[in-house]
């Protein structure tokens, strides 16, 4: 009976592709589904010629791979996963391997790693990124977990994803435990970030500049050509170019303006505030859209609450040009952000985490890919160690060269009454960092005062604390 490299639990769109792209690279797989009608559907509807086969139950599943067995489950985050964790184990033996693709919560992979490594098995939670068609044309893939089942995935997972041009795959063992959603989990937070930073310079150049959605398709064309080139401008290109075909209109105009998410910006901006990471611009994309879902009460607010009627004078091919430089600006800041994120997590869970490798792996077949991660790589290469992305050359001098740009959009979005959340926040992010000095020394004798939080001062060594007795 032939055995085959790698079974996989799951069937919906993501969990399919992921199975034809292996069985397109030659792996033999393995396939069940908790619905079994789906397992036939597939088989007969997808699968034409490859390797692959249907199975009806878990225990055929497992009987059919090969030692050790290589389970991987593409099923919703949360209890679904536990639950097939507890049917596969008694059908396992001692060093196969479970592997959890869906878009879990870091702290479930440390601690479902745990408990199956004190049973003797081992266990992967693995990032993917890149959506239906990275997942059967190469995704961005992102593991951690069990180090001793790496060897025994690796030629898989290097094997079915995305390459960057020299041939190098988007794939490399992030670290123990958590760490590989962890580092999806950060992906998803800058890729907020990007979106909104996106939406608002659309915003602007449609309700300041009154620019046409044809006239904004041919400045992303414009944009996707230099140092923004990136999937997500390249999706927004191909947005504003496309008409609705029931009414004639630009699609983006018939689309509600009401924004869904599926909560790894949330976990994102709670990770920062658990490690004390200042990460602002991911926070306020998370904002953004719990501003956009409240539709019917900015309709109502709309009618009420007044803003500013000036209107846009100048040259508007200058002001595109500055909207560019903001939008580039307010992105390093956004990246600098979730770096620092990370950083703060591997020292916290003792992960070595390789951030030019994480730029390498988003450098392609993932949702945020794009030419500008290369530079990162480019920083981390020249100082491994490096603080902060703002810190390195390149960066630096980028942000010095756009930020005289970048205050006038920020400003005339703000005279114009235009909310520009990413924007701004990513320039006070800027400001912050760069302030040797800041107001919280006066919040820090507020806080003495009414709790008596004591503070350190400035003509004492660091670590020493003292109280002031305010009211005598």
Known sequence: MQKYDIGLIGLAVMGENLVLNMANHGFSVAVYNRTVSKVDDFITKRVTGQDILGCKSIPELVASLKPPRKV???????????DFI????????????????????FPDSIRRTRYL????????????????????????????GSFAAWPHVKPIFQGIAAKVPDGS??????????????VKMVHN????????MICEAYWIMEKALGLTTDEMHQVFTEWNQGELD???IEITRDILGKKDPATGKPMVHVILDTAGQKGTGKW?????????IPAPTVAEAVFSRFMSAIKDERIYASKLLRGPKSTFKGDKKKFVEMIRKALYASKICSYAQGYQIMRAAAQ???????????ALMWRNGCIIRAQFLGRIKEAFDRDPALPNLLLDPYFKKVIHGNQGAWRKVVSKAVELGLPVSAFSSALAYYDGYRSSELPANLLQAQRDYFGAHTYERVDSPRGEFFHTEWLK
């Open 72 to 82: 991987m489950l593409m099923v919703k985050a949360g209890s679904a996963v536990d």
């Open 117 to 144: 490594e004190e049973k003797g098995f081992l266990f992967i939670g693995t990032g993917v990124s890149g959506g239906e068609e990275g997942a059967l044309k190469g995704p961005s893939i992102m593991p951690g």
């Open 189 to 196: 937070g800058i890729e907020y970030g990007d979106m909104q």
């Open 169 to 182: 795959p988007c794939c490399e063992w992030v670290g123990n435990d958590g760490a590989g959603h962890f």
């Open 348 to 358: 916290e869970h003792k992960w070595d985490l390789k951030f030019g490798e994480i």
């Open 268 to 276: 994102t901006s709670t990770a920062a505030l658990d490690l004390g």
């Open 86 to 105: 507890e049917l596969l184990l008694p059908h396992l033996e001692k060093g196969d391997i479970i592997i959890d693709g869906g878009n879990s919560h």
């Open 230 to 232: 990136s999937y997500l």
